[in-house]
């Protein structure tokens, strides 16, 4: 069984860590600097990441602001950690479907045919990436968003609950 290391403890983890489990993975514990939230598996502040990186151990940042994502992937590039990318099974993905290393896709999303997924990226539950659309590093699609074919939102970007992008649109 895999090992995983989950940065994060607010409500967006307690869905990666669903998704995790059902992926097969074995959680190790969180590492999160709101000590208060700390609960089970409470491993240390981000910070300490370091001390634990090794062989056979991933990482997924379960943090829903893309620029505190996007700092600690900055912050710990040189220690090359593997992050992975997870799907729930409940999620639909279509032919040639790139989705790239740290990004989630939550229950009920719909990834449709030759999208690509940029890297840390959330595309959450219930959203919907039809074809040839680019979602790029560090972008979020959220809870129930639409983006019709073509469709390409820059990195960073967040598609607010709802919200619907026509065909070909930049967001």
Known sequence: MAE????????HSKVVTDIARL???K?????DDDEQTARELYLGRVETLPRWVKDGVSFVIAIGNNLVR???VERYVGLNLDYVKLVHPAAIIGSGV???????????AIINADARIGKHVIVNSAAVVDHDCR?????????G????????????????VGVRVGRGGDF
């Open 23 to 25: 992926n097969g993975y």
């Open 4 to 11: 995983l290391i989950i940065i994060g403890m607010g409500g």
């Open 70 to 72: 996007k700092a600690i």
């Open 145 to 160: 968003a639409v983006l019709a074919g073509g469709v390409v939102v820059e990195s960073g970007a967040v598609v607010e």
């Open 98 to 108: 790139e989705i790239l290393s740290g990004s989630v896709v939550m229950p009920g």
């Open 27 to 31: 959680i190790l514990g969180y590492l």
């Open 135 to 143: 979602v790029e590093d560090f972008a979020h699609v959220a809870q």
